[in-house]
């Protein structure tokens, strides 16, 4: 369980410097085709390779919660 929500909260934040780290870069290039900005390759591939890891991470988090509650739940012999 330390590990998964380690990783998740490594990845949320992860998330938010990049996303900071090209805002700066972003503002300059607004233009009336762009109104938002153009994100760069960089930035793109980034979120995408921090979206994965964080379903990775939901999907092995989520069992282990349940395996927990049921290992602290039964009772021992």
């Known amino acids: 369980m330390i590990g998964p929500t380690a990783l998740m909260i490594t990845t949320f934040l992860g998330y938010a410097l990049i996303n900071l780290a090209f805002a700066t870069t972003a503002a300059s290039t607004v233009t009336e085709s762009a109104p938002f900005g153009e994100q760069s ?3 793109t591939v980034a979120n995408v390779l921090l979206f994965l890891v964080g379903v990775v991470t ?18 021992k012999k």
């Open 41 to 43: 390759v960089v930035q």
């Open 58 to 75: 939901f999907l092995t988090w989520l069992p282990g919660l349940i395996v927990g509650i049921v290992l602290l739940a039964t009772p």
